[in-house]
Protein backbone atom coordinates (compact mmCIF):
# COMPACT_ATOMS: atom_id res chain seq x y z
CA UNK A 1 0.00 0.00 0.00
CA UNK A 2 1.05 3.20 -0.76
CA UNK A 3 2.11 5.76 2.08
CA UNK A 4 -0.52 8.14 0.80
CA UNK A 5 -3.15 5.76 0.25
CA UNK A 6 -2.11 4.57 3.99
CA UNK A 7 -2.30 8.28 5.30
CA UNK A 8 -5.36 9.01 3.62
CA UNK A 9 -7.04 6.31 5.39
CA UNK A 10 -6.63 7.18 8.53
CA UNK A 11 -8.41 11.04 8.13
CA UNK A 12 -10.73 9.24 6.30
CA UNK A 13 -11.40 6.85 9.23
CA UNK A 14 -11.59 9.56 11.68
CA UNK A 15 -14.05 11.85 8.88
CA UNK A 16 -16.74 8.81 8.94
CA UNK A 17 -16.89 9.47 12.77
CA UNK A 18 -18.01 12.78 11.68
CA UNK A 19 -20.40 11.96 8.87
CA UNK A 20 -22.28 9.91 10.89
CA UNK A 21 -22.82 12.55 13.67
CA UNK A 22 -23.39 15.62 11.05
CA UNK A 23 -25.95 13.78 8.59
CA UNK A 24 -27.66 11.64 11.48
CA UNK A 25 -27.61 8.04 8.84
CA UNK A 26 -26.29 5.06 10.66
CA UNK A 27 -23.75 3.92 7.92
CA UNK A 28 -20.79 5.41 7.10
CA UNK A 29 -17.83 3.91 5.48
CA UNK A 30 -15.39 4.51 2.68
CA UNK A 31 -11.89 4.21 1.25
CA UNK A 32 -9.22 5.97 -0.41
CA UNK A 33 -8.01 5.53 -4.03
CA UNK A 34 -5.54 2.72 -5.30
CA UNK A 35 -4.33 3.85 -8.85
CA UNK A 36 -7.39 5.13 -10.90
CA UNK A 37 -9.91 2.52 -8.56
CA UNK A 38 -11.31 2.76 -5.21
CA UNK A 39 -10.72 0.72 -2.51
CA UNK A 40 -13.14 0.68 0.30
CA UNK A 41 -11.47 -0.16 3.35
CA UNK A 42 -13.06 1.27 6.61
CA UNK A 43 -16.19 0.89 7.56
CA UNK A 44 -18.71 2.47 10.18
CA UNK A 45 -22.07 0.91 11.66
CA UNK A 46 -22.20 -1.89 8.89
CA UNK A 47 -23.37 -5.33 10.24
CA UNK A 48 -20.74 -7.21 8.14
CA UNK A 49 -17.36 -6.89 6.83
CA UNK A 50 -18.43 -7.99 3.19
CA UNK A 51 -17.51 -4.57 1.68
CA UNK A 52 -14.18 -4.03 3.07
CA UNK A 53 -11.66 -4.58 0.91
CA UNK A 54 -14.09 -4.06 -1.84
CA UNK A 55 -12.65 -2.29 -5.20
CA UNK A 56 -14.39 -0.33 -7.18
CA UNK A 57 -13.59 0.71 -10.51
CA UNK A 58 -15.12 3.87 -12.13
CA UNK A 59 -18.60 3.18 -13.39
CA UNK A 60 -19.37 0.58 -11.08
CA UNK A 61 -22.70 1.01 -8.53
CA UNK A 62 -23.08 4.34 -6.81
CA UNK A 63 -19.99 4.95 -5.98
CA UNK A 64 -18.36 3.77 -9.39
CA UNK A 65 -21.07 6.91 -10.55
CA UNK A 66 -19.36 9.20 -8.43
CA UNK A 67 -15.94 8.28 -9.31
CA UNK A 68 -17.26 8.74 -13.06
CA UNK A 69 -18.42 12.04 -12.64
CA UNK A 70 -16.46 13.46 -10.13
CA UNK A 71 -19.23 14.77 -8.25
CA UNK A 72 -22.03 13.27 -5.19
CA UNK A 73 -24.61 10.73 -5.85
CA UNK A 74 -27.46 9.62 -4.08
CA UNK A 75 -30.15 6.94 -4.25
CA UNK A 76 -33.04 6.45 -2.59
CA UNK A 77 -33.99 2.74 -3.47
CA UNK A 78 -30.51 1.30 -4.32
CA UNK A 79 -31.96 -1.86 -5.33
CA UNK A 80 -34.27 -0.61 -8.00
CA UNK A 81 -32.16 2.91 -8.98
CA UNK A 82 -31.80 2.95 -12.86
CA UNK A 83 -29.68 5.33 -12.60
CA UNK A 84 -26.74 3.18 -11.85
CA UNK A 85 -25.15 -0.11 -12.05
CA UNK A 86 -26.18 -3.23 -9.87
CA UNK A 87 -22.38 -4.63 -9.51
CA UNK A 88 -22.77 -4.96 -5.82
CA UNK A 89 -26.40 -5.75 -5.16
CA UNK A 90 -25.75 -8.85 -3.53
CA UNK A 91 -23.87 -7.09 -0.68
CA UNK A 92 -25.81 -4.61 -0.58
CA UNK A 93 -29.40 -6.73 0.16
CA UNK A 94 -26.33 -8.12 2.54
CA UNK A 95 -25.94 -5.35 4.69
CA UNK A 96 -29.82 -4.37 3.99
CA UNK A 97 -29.00 -0.78 2.47
CA UNK A 98 -31.69 1.12 1.19
CA UNK A 99 -30.72 4.85 0.92
CA UNK A 100 -27.47 5.73 0.28
CA UNK A 101 -25.26 8.74 -0.90
CA UNK A 102 -21.30 8.72 -2.12
CA UNK A 103 -19.24 11.81 -2.01
CA UNK A 104 -16.09 12.23 -3.82
CA UNK A 105 -12.81 13.10 -1.85
CA UNK A 106 -10.71 15.61 -4.34
CA UNK A 107 -7.36 17.00 -3.32
CA UNK A 108 -6.20 19.24 -5.94
CA UNK A 109 -8.72 18.15 -8.67
CA UNK A 110 -7.46 14.67 -7.86
CA UNK A 111 -9.70 11.75 -6.86
CA UNK A 112 -8.30 10.69 -3.31
CA UNK A 113 -11.30 8.74 -2.31
CA UNK A 114 -15.33 8.31 -1.82
CA UNK A 115 -17.35 8.73 1.45
CA UNK A 116 -20.92 7.37 1.72
CA UNK A 117 -23.25 7.22 4.19
CA UNK A 118 -26.85 5.47 4.38
CA UNK A 119 -29.79 3.91 6.04
CA UNK A 120 -31.31 0.56 6.70
CA UNK A 121 -34.60 1.79 6.87
CA UNK A 122 -37.05 3.61 4.17
CA UNK A 123 -36.08 6.99 5.38
CA UNK A 124 -35.35 9.48 2.66
CA UNK A 125 -31.69 10.69 2.55
CA UNK A 126 -32.65 14.75 1.86
CA UNK A 127 -30.77 17.67 0.70
CA UNK A 128 -29.29 18.37 4.45
CA UNK A 129 -27.91 14.87 5.19
CA UNK A 130 -26.50 15.48 1.36
CA UNK A 131 -25.38 18.68 2.23
CA UNK A 132 -23.99 17.65 5.79
CA UNK A 133 -21.81 14.79 3.69
CA UNK A 134 -20.24 17.77 1.39
CA UNK A 135 -19.28 19.50 4.12
CA UNK A 136 -17.31 16.40 5.90
CA UNK A 137 -15.84 15.89 2.77
CA UNK A 138 -14.81 19.42 2.10
CA UNK A 139 -13.15 19.30 5.50
CA UNK A 140 -11.32 15.96 4.80
CA UNK A 141 -10.12 17.78 1.80
CA UNK A 142 -8.46 20.55 3.42
CA UNK A 143 -7.03 18.09 6.07
CA UNK A 144 -5.35 16.34 3.57
CA UNK A 145 -4.50 19.82 1.80
CA UNK A 146 -2.93 20.93 4.72
CA UNK A 147 -1.11 17.97 5.68
CA UNK A 148 0.59 17.85 2.39
CA UNK A 149 1.65 20.99 2.31
CA UNK A 150 2.96 21.15 5.80
CA UNK A 151 5.04 18.13 4.99
CA UNK A 152 6.11 19.67 2.14
CA UNK A 153 7.35 22.79 3.70
CA UNK A 154 9.09 20.71 6.09
CA UNK A 155 11.33 18.69 3.13
CA UNK A 156 11.96 22.30 1.95
CA UNK A 157 13.49 23.28 5.04
CA UNK A 158 15.20 19.91 5.96
CA UNK A 159 17.17 20.10 2.11
CA UNK A 160 17.82 24.05 2.93
CA UNK A 161 19.31 23.03 6.28
CA UNK A 162 21.37 20.29 4.61
CA UNK A 163 19.53 17.38 6.53
CA UNK A 164 18.22 14.15 4.27
CA UNK A 165 14.75 14.38 4.09
CA UNK A 166 12.39 11.98 5.58
CA UNK A 167 10.40 9.51 3.50
CA UNK A 168 6.34 9.87 3.84
CA UNK A 169 6.22 7.57 6.75
CA UNK A 170 3.59 5.05 6.03
CA UNK A 171 1.37 2.54 8.54
CA UNK A 172 2.63 -0.75 7.75
CA UNK A 173 0.01 -3.75 8.87
CA UNK A 174 2.45 -4.15 11.81
CA UNK A 175 1.55 -0.50 13.05
CA UNK A 176 -2.19 -1.01 12.33
CA UNK A 177 -2.00 -4.14 14.60
CA UNK A 178 -0.30 -2.44 17.30
CA UNK A 179 -2.64 0.58 17.40
CA UNK A 180 -5.82 -1.58 17.49
CA UNK A 181 -3.94 -3.77 20.34
CA UNK A 182 -2.98 -0.33 21.89
CA UNK A 183 -6.67 0.65 21.60
CA UNK A 184 -8.06 -2.28 23.05
CA UNK A 185 -6.23 -2.62 26.30
CA UNK A 186 -6.88 1.29 27.20
CA UNK A 187 -10.11 1.19 26.32
CA UNK A 188 -10.36 -2.10 29.25
CA UNK A 189 -7.96 -0.20 31.82
CA UNK A 190 -11.54 1.31 33.73
CA UNK A 191 -12.36 -1.58 33.81
CA UNK A 192 -9.48 -3.56 35.99
CA UNK A 193 -9.71 -2.94 39.78
CA UNK A 194 -6.26 -4.65 40.36
CA UNK A 195 -3.82 -1.58 40.81
CA UNK A 196 -1.15 -3.96 40.18
CA UNK A 197 -2.64 -5.14 36.86
CA UNK A 198 -4.09 -2.10 35.89
CA UNK A 199 -0.44 -0.86 36.02
CA UNK A 200 1.39 -3.87 34.17
CA UNK A 201 -1.21 -2.89 31.37
CA UNK A 202 -0.84 0.63 31.13
CA UNK A 203 2.97 -0.56 30.74
CA UNK A 204 2.02 -2.51 28.04
CA UNK A 205 0.71 0.15 26.70
CA UNK A 206 3.62 3.06 26.71
CA UNK A 207 5.79 -0.21 24.91
CA UNK A 208 3.61 -0.34 22.07
CA UNK A 209 3.64 3.59 21.79
CA UNK A 210 7.51 3.17 21.98
CA UNK A 211 7.43 0.68 19.36
CA UNK A 212 6.25 2.86 16.62
CA UNK A 213 8.15 6.12 18.04
CA UNK A 214 11.57 7.53 16.19
CA UNK A 215 12.26 8.68 20.31
CA UNK A 216 15.68 6.71 22.09
CA UNK A 217 16.09 6.72 25.62
CA UNK A 218 18.14 10.14 24.94
CA UNK A 219 14.53 11.89 23.89
CA UNK A 220 12.78 14.49 25.90
CA UNK A 221 9.85 13.25 27.02
CA UNK A 222 6.48 14.61 25.27
CA UNK A 223 6.13 18.28 25.52
CA UNK A 224 2.23 17.67 26.00
CA UNK A 225 0.79 15.85 29.42
CA UNK A 226 -2.43 13.92 28.71
CA UNK A 227 -4.37 12.45 31.70
CA UNK A 228 -4.99 8.67 31.43
CA UNK A 229 -8.39 9.70 30.82
CA UNK A 230 -7.57 11.35 27.43
CA UNK A 231 -5.41 8.98 26.48
CA UNK A 232 -8.19 6.67 27.03
CA UNK A 233 -10.62 8.39 24.77
CA UNK A 234 -8.22 9.90 22.05
CA UNK A 235 -7.39 6.24 21.52
CA UNK A 236 -10.69 5.22 20.88
CA UNK A 237 -11.01 7.94 18.47
CA UNK A 238 -7.57 7.20 16.21
CA UNK A 239 -9.05 3.84 15.52
CA UNK A 240 -12.11 5.88 13.76
CA UNK A 241 -14.97 5.63 16.94
CA UNK A 242 -17.73 8.27 17.59
CA UNK A 243 -17.75 9.70 20.41
CA UNK A 244 -21.04 7.81 21.15
CA UNK A 245 -18.96 4.42 20.27
CA UNK A 246 -16.27 5.69 22.27
CA UNK A 247 -18.14 6.22 25.21
CA UNK A 248 -19.87 2.58 25.22
CA UNK A 249 -16.44 1.37 25.38
CA UNK A 250 -14.87 3.43 27.76
CA UNK A 251 -18.00 3.78 29.86
CA UNK A 252 -18.39 7.37 30.00
CA UNK A 253 -21.36 9.66 28.61
CA UNK A 254 -20.48 11.01 25.26
CA UNK A 255 -20.46 14.70 26.86
CA UNK A 256 -17.45 13.44 29.05
CA UNK A 257 -16.08 11.86 26.18
CA UNK A 258 -16.14 15.27 24.01
CA UNK A 259 -14.70 17.10 26.69
CA UNK A 260 -12.13 15.42 27.33
CA UNK A 261 -11.57 15.25 23.66
CA UNK A 262 -12.27 18.92 23.50
CA UNK A 263 -9.57 19.20 26.58
CA UNK A 264 -7.24 16.82 23.98
CA UNK A 265 -7.31 19.72 21.31
CA UNK A 266 -6.40 22.72 24.04
CA UNK A 267 -3.19 20.65 24.92
CA UNK A 268 -2.57 20.24 21.59
CA UNK A 269 -3.05 23.55 19.87
CA UNK A 270 -5.80 21.86 16.81
CA UNK A 271 -8.92 22.21 16.20
CA UNK A 272 -9.82 18.83 14.57
CA UNK A 273 -10.04 15.12 15.41
CA UNK A 274 -7.64 14.72 12.60
CA UNK A 275 -5.02 16.96 13.75
CA UNK A 276 -5.36 15.88 17.57
CA UNK A 277 -4.33 12.28 16.57
CA UNK A 278 -1.47 13.58 14.27
CA UNK A 279 -0.21 15.92 16.84
CA UNK A 280 -0.38 12.92 19.22
CA UNK A 281 1.77 11.13 17.08
CA UNK A 282 3.62 13.32 16.36
CA UNK A 283 4.47 14.11 20.60
CA UNK A 284 4.78 10.28 21.05
CA UNK A 285 1.54 10.13 23.06
CA UNK A 286 0.18 7.54 20.64
CA UNK A 287 1.51 4.53 18.45
Do not use: W
Not at 88 to 103: F, G, K, M, Q, W
Not at 249 to 257: A, C, I, K, M, S
Request: glycine share 8%; aromatic share 2%; proline share 4%.
Amino acid sequence: MAATEETDLTEIRCALGALRRSTGLPLAFGGAMAGSELRISELNGLATRLLHGLVVPAGAGLGGKTLALRRPAMVNDYQHAKAISHHYDRIVRAERIVSLVATPVLVRRELRGVLYAGTRDGLRIGERAVGATIDVARDLEQDIAVREEAARRVQELMREAGTPPRKPSSATSAEQAIRQAHGALRSILHQIDDDALRRSISAACDTLTAATSDATDDSPPPAVALTARELDVLSCVALGHTNAEAAAELGLRPETVKSYLRNTMRKLGVNSRIHTINAARQQGLLP
